[in-house]
């Protein structure tokens, strides 16, 4: 998938057309020269033109992991945030039960103290 990838890549780059047509003439030059400096020149530059289309692909891969990695980190991020929901709305539940039971035991409370009361203003008449 990844070899697909990046031939679709360097196909619609002009410039890889461009090295591989370079790297034709100077293979076909090379077979055809007859001059010794002149063919390690060539030899240099095809040298050259691999080397560049090699570090193309190279890019490519790296762009690749990189994307692969932000999708990672992305998805992370999203599950984060549903367990950070999930935990925001069990503190709201809890916080509301604790809530309803301070109310109903303040209430419990209050009517003890007030039968109490009474008790007192009863037993000193």
Do not use: G, W
């Amino acid at each position: 998938n990844r070899a697909d990838m990046n031939s679709t890549t360097f196909t619609t780059d002009p410039s890889s057309t461009d090295l591989s047509t370079s790297l034709s003439v100077l293979s076909n030059t090379l077979a055809n020269e007859s001059n010794p400096e002149h063919a390690r020149t060539i030899i240099e530059k095809q040298q050259l033109v691999h080397q560049c289309e090699m570090m193309k692909i190279e890019i490519a891969q790296k762009q690749q992991q990189i994307l692969d990695t932000r999708s990672q980190y992305e998805a992370r991020v999203e599950e984060l945030e549903e367990q950070l929901h999930s935990a925001r709305h069990a503190h709201q539940v809890a916080q509301f039960k604790l809530n309803s039971a301070l109310d109903q035991h303040s209430k419990e409370l209050k009517a003890a103290q007030d039968a109490n009361s009474d008790q007192i203003v009863m037993l000193r008449r």
